[in-house]
């Protein structure tokens, strides 16, 4: 009975259109009416403890990080490099999208902001060399799910947060099963346009290499200094955020002079709303969070996925497709924050690797970014591009089917994960 009522008031407000963080709050509120623990007090306390974390402190870093990359000539500069390298090949400007965006993803962690800079981009010159709208559109609305993979990741770091497991380690275990998710997609590509007849743009000269490649040293460097600092133990993930927004916001400034101070207060307003955005719905969550356990709701939920905890692999297999499922209909952070202390207490009885469901749990929340009907990035890539949203979701689908293909080997065999990430957290 306490797990329908807080789904049927939970799902009772999104229908009604109510926004997510306060059907959170309205769903919280029927709990705490049904366990007659009613208290607008206890309810505020949870609402500002949920957002009083210091390694939640990441997410506007982060956020900011990404603002000053795209304004400042970083994410540019990327794409310039992708372009020198394999641009000339046969569907190359696919390939370019493919390593710009593994790469954006390395800066950023956020996979509206990759999402958008490669529509502005490439989308124009995609079309232009002959490519179809539909299809290219698709391409880099599936790119934009590598960002919330590849650390720094703001989606790892919520996960961390929610689920008490370490950032640091999240982070190195997520780097090769996001390269992984690029791979899957360079195959797809490959075969999309085997069939083409586009002329591609000819070869750049290894100088026209060389120059591209000194233009972005700066924002090269920026993924090798955190991923080193957090394998060298020199700083913690939240750290690693105030040293992203720092670094980016000097080399725009003094290196590319390309960011104005003029242009700081868009800049850190942009950054500061939707970072606002993300808070409220953490701190919306944690009220819901806090009641769940108090309800005993995950004891329910082992209980239910009880014939599962024998075989791990199988109990994956079945809370991808839950997740799945629930991604069609609501966007990642919320996934995030409602599913993950129900499921957690189930990973643990099961003796799954936390780290591990972790990364797997993301790499699923962020396909659910790109799967229609809510999927963020589907409509900012239609907005960027200006298609239809039924355009971009019809020409994602077979990258999302081979994403979804990809999460599934993954589970399957996780020593692609557990392996890597055992050898680079040393």
């Known amino acids: 009975m306490t797990l329908v009522i807080f789904l049927g008031a939970l799902l009772g407000g999104m229908a009604l259109g ?10 919280g509120l029927a709990l705490m009416a049904h366990l007659d623990l009613l208290d607008p007090q206890i309810l505020a306390q949870n609402l500002v403890g949920g957002a009083d974390s210091f390694p939640l402190l990441a997410v506007p870093f982060f956020m900011l990080a990404g603002e000053v990359m795209n304004v400042g000539g970083l994410s540019r500069r990327i794409v310039n490099l992708a372009l020198a390298v394999v641009g000339h090949v046969k569907g190359g400007l696919g390939y370019v999208a493919i390593m710009a965006g593994c790469l954006l993803s390395a800066l950023s962690g956020s996979a509206v902001a990759d999402a958008a800079a490669l529509s502005a981009l490439l989308l124009p010159m995609m079309v232009q060399a002959g490519h179809s709208k539909l299809r290219s559109g698709g391409l880099i609305a599936s790119i934009g799910v590598i960002g919330p993979v590849i650390p ?11 689920g008490n497991v370490s950032i640091s380690k999240l982070f190195l275990a997520a780097i090769v099963p996001g390269l992984l998710i690029g791979g899957a997609l360079w195959i797809t590509w490959a075969w999309l346009v085997r069939r083409e007849d586009i002329v591609p743009p000819p070869r750049k000269s290894r100088a026209e290499i060389l120059r591209a490649a000194r233009e972005a040293t700066w924002a090269l460097l920026l993924p090798v200094i955190i991923l080193v600092g957090l394998r060298m133990g020199v700083f913690t993930p939240t750290e690693a955020a105030v040293v992203a927004a720092v670094y980016a916001l000097f080399v725009s400034t003094v290196i590319y002079r390309e960011l104005k101070v003029s242009q700081f207060y868009g800049v850190f307003v942009g950054a500061a709303k939707t970072s606002a955005v993300v808070m409220f719905l953490i701190a919306a969550a944690m009220v819901s969070a806090w009641l769940i356990t108090v309800a005993n709701l995950p004891a329910m939920v082992v209980g239910m996925l009880e014939p599962f905890l024998g075989s791990p692999i199988l109990l994956m297999a079945a809370i991808m497709v839950l997740v799945m499922l629930v991604g069609t209909a609501m966007d990642m952070t919320p996934t995030i924050l409602i599913l993950t202390p129900v499921l957690m207490p189930v990973v643990q009885a ?33 907005g960027v591009g200006k298609m239809r949203l039924d355009e971009v979701a019809r020409g994602v689908m077979p990258f999302m089917v081979a994403e979804f293909s990809i999460m599934f080997v993954m589970v399957v065999f996780p020593a692609l994960v557990t392996v890597p990430a055992r050898w680079l957290a040393g």
Not at 18 to 27: D, E, H, M, T
Not at 360 to 375: A, C, D, K, R
């Open 350 to 382: 099961a003796g799954i690797d936390p780290v591990y469901f972790g990364v797997m749990f993301i790499i699923n929340t962020s396909i659910g970014l790109v799967t229609p009907p809510v999927g963020a990035v589907l409509n900012v890539v239609a």
């Open 18 to 27: 109510i926004p997510i963080a306060f059907a959170l709050l309205g769903s």
């Open 152 to 162: 720094p990741s703001i989606g790892l770091v919520i996960f961390g947060v929610a």
